[in-house]
């Protein structure tokens, strides 16, 4: 898992809450990425940002929201508009977007 | 936009046999193949990558072929132990203003001891 870390490892989230899972890295990376991991499909990716007070959408955005206010943090917020929010979160980071992406241990987050 | 193919999407192989995993992409401007190994419940970590100027690359018992005409690249990993047992993503890197990975969908190999 090199220097990403992800807490909590696993959360529970009751039906209209929003829940943030965290995501650090002492790589010194610029790039950071979120990806949902759903059985059988491949990781999609949710939020990226390439530099710090930077983020841009991914492929499966809506009910999700990102900040980049340090360079080693990359918070995911889950808010209650994701309609169905269970899944396996997966946080990556690399020096930069065009290089190797190193992936964080996962947050597992269940809807109770 | 990329669309990457994984197959197969199970195998099991004795322990000791070879393990082939084969994956196809669309765009022919991608150029970076890496594979990655994920173990129940933990994050993926990449185990073997290639570049398109290049058409294989071994280490130790994993090797990653790549033949660009065709567009597939295969991952081979001989002498399989039981820890090899995990799941095997392929991705490629394709066009996009930042380098978008997509992501196959994951082969889940046994290695039967």
């Known amino acids: 898992d090199g220097g990403i870390t992800q807490s909590p490892k696993y959360l529970f989230r009751k039906e209209g809450q929003n829940v943030t899972l965290s995501c650090e890295q002492n790589?010194?990376?610029?790039?950071m990425y979120w990806y949902r991991q759903d059985p059988g499909q491949g990781l999609r990716l949710i939020y990226y940002s390439q530099i710090v007070n930077d983020f841009q959408k991914g492929d499966i955005a809506e009910g999700y929201s990102v900040s980049r206010e340090k360079k080693e943090s990359f918070p995911l917020t889950v808010t209650s508009a994701q309609k169905n929010p269970t899944a396996f979160y997966l946080c990556?980071?690399?020096?930069?977007?065009?290089?190797?992406?190193?992936f964080g241990p996962g947050t597992r987050l269940t809807v109770l | 936009g990329e669309n990457v193919e994984q197959h197969p999407s199970t195998l099991s192989v004795q322990e000791g046999d070879s393990a082939v995993i084969k994956c196809t992409y669309s765009?022919?401007?991608?150029?970076?193949f890496p594979w990655y190994k994920q173990e129940l419940g933990k994050g993926p970590q990449l185990i073997i990558d290639i570049r398109s100027n290049v058409g294989e690359k071994k280490d130790q018992r994993i090797a990653v072929t790549l033949n660009k005409t065709a567009k597939h690249f295969s991952l081979h990993i001989t002498e399989t132990q039981p820890e090899d047992s995990a799941v095997y993503f392929c991705a490629a890197w394709g066009r996009g203003g930042y380098q978008k990975v997509t992501f196959g969908t994951g082969t889940k190999l046994q290695v039967i001891p």
């Open positions: 990556a980071s690399s020096l930069q977007t065009t290089d190797t992406q190193y």
């Open positions: 765009d022919s401007a991608s150029n970076y």
């Open positions: 790589l010194n990376h610029d790039a």
